[in-house]
Structure formats: structure tokens, C-alpha cells
């Protein structure tokens, strides 16, 4: 059995969720997946897949070897194409990865509109809370929030106006001591996300110090979902720290206010990131030439929306 090719049906099982899935996207049988993963088990001498009748999940050297796949089967597509014809059109799948808000609500219209100008392309979009391993999760393109540090990846900037924002409904404004300053926060119920930091938040110096201020915290409430923190603060159950974007919406409505305006850290850049050498890849280059100005328009009106917002509804 050709082991690239076997190192693709293995790829296409993680991605699908199932040995039947990558079947049915490879046009195979069960069993003939089945002898592909057999057949890298056996090369490797180590088991990459545990199987039940219900699930498969990857060992720990599963996880190693995949990720080599991944790098390789890259390897292989970049190199078919540096010969190929530069104007080739975009086909196949392309990986988007994005933060769940603005990866629902911001990149997915974009994407849908991508889909509709390149029939030959389909996209898996996965929407994340963390920052994900490009290259050793096979992903094509990601779009991220905050600054970069210095990598292999090749970043176009699309927005540099996101601000990390503190807000807390009117009722618990209400029922609780007045918020002037950062240091008031120590004794105000915080709700936080594994992403905006846990035990802490970092605001700029005082007037007079250059030492930025670190408050730190003993959260009532911990979630790895911004949607959760954000129902949580509409609630009244605490204060807690989004992205503009995240709070537009329940501002405007005035189930938010936003607070401690003076102290905002600076602004944040967004980026769509791309593994270096993907940029020849033809689905590759087109999304970025395609989704970078949308984006840029789409992040320009976002931050001005958030500047109209912030000036009705401070505290």
C-alpha cells in the first residue's frame, strides 16, 4: 500500500470524526479505511488510533504522526503547485480557523460569499477559544486578535482598532460600590473567560508611573465561552472584560454599560495568519485577497460603532 496515500486516508478520518466519514469524502470502503490505518499502524509499529464501536480517538502517537502527516501532505501540495500553472483555479478544501463571535458573526459572511465566487472550493470553518497550531492542525488560514509573536507565519493585517472593554449591567452598578478606578475591581464579583485572563487583568500605568497596573482577583465565575461570560454580565452576576464587538449589541441596548474608560489597554491589531509557503496554494491566496478587504471594512465599521457607543453609555 502507498503510504502517502494511506497518510491521507488518516488525515481525512481525524477531520471527518470517523472511519466512515473519511469513506464516504475519500468514495472508500469501511474496510478499505479500516487497512489504511492498519497499514500506518503497522509501518510505525504503534497504535495511532483508539477504536471503539462508537468513537476513535487518537493516542499519543497518533498525535505526534498526525501532526507529520499534516506537515508532509502540505509538503507535497505546495510542491505540485510551485510547478503547476500560477493561474490554476482554486479547488479543494480550504481550513479557516477564527474566535467563535467573530468567526459566527464577522468571518462566516465572508466565507459564505467566498463559497458562492469559488464553486470549486469548500471550506471547513472551525471556530475556536484558543490559538491553534496552524501547521500541526492542518489549518490553511487563521483569523486572530491581538498581537503576534514573531513566527514562520505570514500575516496580513486587517483591523488594528479592537478594544478590550470592561462593562456590568445597570442593575449590579446599581446594587454594588461605585467603579472609579482598576483597583476597585478587587472587591467587585468578576466574570472571566479562560481567554481574558483567569486571576488578573492588565491595565495601563497610572498618570505619573510607567509600571502597568495588574489587578488581581478571586473570580465568581469562569467560562470558556464569551457568549456564557457575556449572558452572565447581562445578568447582573459580575463584571466582566470583552472585546468591543463582543458587547455592541447589549450596549446599544442598554443591558451593558461600559465602565473604567480611562483606563483601556491600547487598541489590539487583527491579522489573518497563513503558514508560510501556503500563499502558493490557489484556495489559499484567493481567501486572503478575497477576505482581507471585506474584513478590513467590516473591523473599520465595527470600531466605529464602538466609538459611538462609548460616548452614550460610560459611567
Not at 459572511?109 to 496552524?134: F, G, K, T
Request: net charge neutral.
Amino acid at each position: 500500500m502507498d503510504r502517502i496515500d494511506a497518510m491521507k486516508v488518516f488525515v481525512a478520518a481525524l477531520e471527518e470524526g470517523s472511519l466512515a466519514g473519511a469513506g464516504r469524502r475519500l468514495g472508500r470502503s469501511p474496510a478499505a479505511v479500516s487497512r489504511a490505518i492498519a497499514f500506518l499502524e503497522n509501518h510505525v509499529g504503534a497504535e495511532l488510533l483508539h477504536r471503539t464501536t462508537r468513537s476513535m480517538k487518537l493516542s499519543e502517537a497518533g498525535e505526534r504522526y498526525a501532526a507529520a502527516c499534516r506537515r508532509v501532505l502540505t509538503d507535497l501540495e505546495e510542491a505540485d503547485l510551485s510547478v503547476a500553472d500560477e493561474r490554476a483555479a482554486p479547488r479543494g478544501v480550504l481550513t479557516v480557523s477564527a474566535p467563535p463571535i467573530s468567526g459566527e458573526e464577522i468571518l462566516r459572511p465572508i466565507v459564505d460569499a467566498y463559497l458562492e465566487a469559488y464553486p470549486a472550493v469548500s471550506v471547513n470553518l472551525v471556530l475556536l477559544d484558543r490559538h491553534a497550531n496552524l501547521v500541526e492542525e492542518g489549518i490553511d488560514i487563521a483569523l486572530r486578535v491581538g498581537e503576534l509573536p514573531d513566527s514562520s507565519m505570514i500575516a496580513v493585517r486587517i483591523g488594528g482598532d479592537v478594544k478590550r472593554v470592561i462593562v456590568a449591567s445597570p442593575r449590579y452598578l446599581a446594587a454594588n460600590p461605585r467603579i472609579v478606578e482598576p483597583g476597585d475591581l478587587a472587591r467587585h464579583r468578576i466574570v472571566t473567560t479562560t481567554h481574558f485572563g483567569q486571576e488578573a487583568w492588565i491595565f495601563p500605568p497610572a498618570a505619573g508611573s510607567s509600571v502597568p497596573r495588574s489587578i488581581h482577583f478571586r473570580p465568581r465565575l469562569v467560562v470558556n465561552s464569551v457568549r456564557a461570560a457575556l449572558a452572565s454580565a447581562v445578568q447582573g452576576i459580575g463584571v466582566t472584560r470583552l472585546y468591543t464587538y463582543h458587547v455592541a449589541e447589549q450596549v446599544e441596548q442598554g443591558a451593558l454599560r461600559i465602565i473604567l474608560r480611562d483606563a483601556e489597554p491600547p487598541a489590539l491589531p487583527v491579522h489573518l495568519l497563513t503558514p508560510h509557503g501556503r500563499t502558493s496554494v490557489p484556495k489559499v491566496r484567493a481567501f486572503m485577497d478575497f477576505a482581507a478587504p471585506r474584513l478590513r471594512a467590516e473591523f473599520a465599521r465595527l470600531s466605529a460603532q464602538a466609538g459611538a457607543l462609548a460616548a452614550n453609555s460610560s459611567v
